[in-house]
């Protein structure tokens, strides 16, 4: 079989594609509004994940922790989440959802946080807080498990089972998000918008991108309201853009409230957002207005002045977020690349049944080899030591030294990017996301060429 589905044969890790599960959570809580979540850990748990988030974004974000200290492993932790909920109650006075996320060493202590949590709202909260909204979520995502995907997957699902509820029908269509960018949160409204459906934006970062204000710095968060929660279980349908990033809320929504639902996949490339469209109309019975073909049409045009020529049969290595790695890969081979390498960095037991990896086995008629677990020490290897040959590599800024080592252009995608200013405002789906996107790849294997003189004569012919 050309194309191989396998695990990482070497333990442990090196130089890791994915972080842990509780940034995964903590990620979904920024999207909300009003919101604030408590990490049940030590301060690391948070301060190196806001890291990551401002590194990507150049923006503050709003995290709390419960700081555990070594006495915590022999004690318990547990009366560090009464004092931090106290604590924030009283600091924030706006804040009404707090997320309690757990993390590796609480969850190995066997701290029992919906135990607190229910002992919160029958003691403090209406006690000290009696007439206030407030709505604590246990969130579980031990970091010995699973990745930041998982986390973002669980955290999505534990928020919507919290709020969701069926109230009067809604004619407002569920599109959960995944992990996006503002700039593809920006873009999914447009065709939405085009399309005159009415969307509940599951989470709504586009404000991550915060302004600076006359009246002082404005700190990032998303909009997605606690009305938008509780609408969920009433909306006439449901989409997730990502299986693995939002599949466990869209299946809650189903199973629970009966909402029809379809699992993506994700809108990357000309053929996704076709599919994408297509199942906005299934839902809703909207028609696709002549402005978006007009749209796909441009896109398709500013592809084609560049894919044959000039990326047709280049060899490209793929990694990040599973959704992403898969539609980007789709998406190359519609550019009639070759990916030849794709890094998924977790151990999920599920990407051997994902339709889409079960068509790139069936279809694929050169030699492409899919590792689960992986990490970037896997591409490094593969390239230094076991002759792997590539023209470009897709990927985040995590990679860059790899990328640099062994020549080869990074065309930087995903999350983080940290070493080029304003990525995050670039959509990668959509029709305005393909054609970026395409543009972008194409831009950086024509800088190469300027470095290293290879092919230059091919652009005196464009």
Not at 318 to 328: E, Q
């Amino acid at each position: 079989m050309p194309c191989k589905l396998k695990e990482k044969e070497r333990t442990g890790v090196i130089n890791p594609i994915f972080t842990c599960q509780p940034a995964g959570a903590q990620y979904a809580s920024i999207g909300i509004q009003d919101c604030i979540g408590i990490v049940h850990g030590g301060q690391g748990c948070v301060m190196f994940v806001r890291l990551w988030f401002s590194q990507h974004y150049k923006e503050s974000f709003e995290l709390a922790s419960s700081s555990l200290h070594e006495d915590a492993a022999v004690f318990g932790g547990i009366h560090r989440v009464e004092e931090a909920v106290d604590v924030l109650l009283m600091r924030y006075p706006h804040v009404k959802v707090v997320p309690i996320i757990t993390t590796c060493s609480t969850e190995i202590i066997g701290d029992d946080i919906d135990g607190v949590i229910n002992k919160l709202n029958e003691g403090l909260l209406k006690e000290k807080y009696a007439n206030r909204e407030v709505h604590l979520i246990p969130i579980h995502t031990p970091s010995f498990k699973g990745s930041h995907v998982t986390g973002y997957d669980v955290g999505m699902e534990a928020i919507i089972s919290h709020f969701a509820k069926k109230d009067k029908p809604q004619k407002k269509l569920n599109v959960l998000t995944g992990w996006q960018n503002p700039g593809d949160v920006r873009t999914l409204k447009h065709l939405l918008s085009e399309m005159e459906v009415d969307a509940n934006i599951i989470f709504d970062i586009e404000k991550f991108d915060a302004p600076l204000m006359p009246d002082g710095n404005h700190t990032a968060h998303g909009s997605t309201t606690i009305e938008d929660l509780e609408n969920t279980g009433s909306a006439i349908g449901t989409i997730a853009l990502n299986r693995y990033e939002s599949g466990r809320a869209a299946a809650y929504l189903e199973k629970t409230f009966g909402i029809p639902t379809i699992i993506g996949p994700s809108p990357i490339g000309i053929r996704n957002t076709d599919t994408f469209l297509q199942n906005v109309k299934t839902l809703t019975g909207k028609s696709i207005p002549q402005s978006l073909v007009r749209e796909r049409g441009i896109a398709i045009d500013a592809i084609t002045d560049v894919a044959h020529m000039f990326l047709a049969d280049k060899r490209v290595a793929i990694y990040g977020n599973p959704d992403l790695v898969i539609g980007l890969t789709e998406f190359c081979l519609d550019m009639e690349m070759k990916p030849v390498l794709l890094l998924l960095g977790d151990d999920n037991t599920n990407y051997a049944a994902d339709k889409r990896i079960k068509a790139l086995q069936e279809n694929i008629n050169y030699d492409m080899e899919i590792i689960t677990n992986a990490d970037l020490w896997n591409l490094g290897d593969l390239l230094q030591n076991k002759g792997l040959k590539l023209d470009l590599i897709l990927g985040h800024s995590k990679g860059r030294f790899i990328a640099m080592d062994n020549k080869i252009p990074l065309v930087r995608v995903g999350f983080p990017v940290f070493d080029r200013a304003g990525y995050y405002r670039d959509p990668t789906i959509g029709y305005e996301g393909a054609m970026l996107l395409a543009e972008k790849i194409a831009n950086v294997w024509f800088t190469d060429i300027e470095y290293t003189k290879n092919k230059e004569w091919l652009l005196n012919m464009w």
